[in-house]
């Protein structure tokens, strides 16, 4: 009897780690995720509908990879992809936008970072 409560109790001590760990893997995904309402966003970045597309475009790219940096195993190779992606969605953006716009976008997305504990 008492082997047989020890395994059962084994068994859900290893499903109750499981749990957890997909738990905290979820919720990497959701501080990690910078999908954004783009509709929200050209009007508050006073969009042309040329900009719309290529915002889009652009801003796909970097929540893709900001997703893609969630799963790294460290902390520092974490950290080194999201630097890189915001680099490059900046890097973008400049391009894109004008400098009200750009302006704008760079403190949206600085308040997003800092809000999810991203911005080191």
């Known amino acids: 009897m008492t082997v047989a409560m020890f395994c059962m109790t084994m068994a859900f001590a290893e499903k ?7 738990a905290v893997e979820m919720n990497a995904d959701n501080v990690y995720d910078m999908s954004v309402n783009m509709r929200k966003l ?18 796909n790219t970097f929540n893709a990879e900001m997703l893609f940096a969630a799963h790294y195993n460290s902390e520092a190779e974490r950290n080194a992809q999201v630097k890189k992606a915001v680099e490059k969605d900046i890097k973008w953006m400049n391009y894109i936008l004008t400098k009200d716009q750009y302006r704008k976008y760079l403190v949206l997305l600085n308040a997003t970072l800092n809000n999810r504990g991203l911005n080191k």
Request: net charge negative; aromatic share 0%.
């Open 16 to 22: 109750e780690n499981a749990v957890v760990e997909n």
């Open 42 to 59: 050209s009007v508050a970045l006073g969009l042309t509908v040329d900009q719309i597309e290529a915002v889009e475009t652009v801003h």
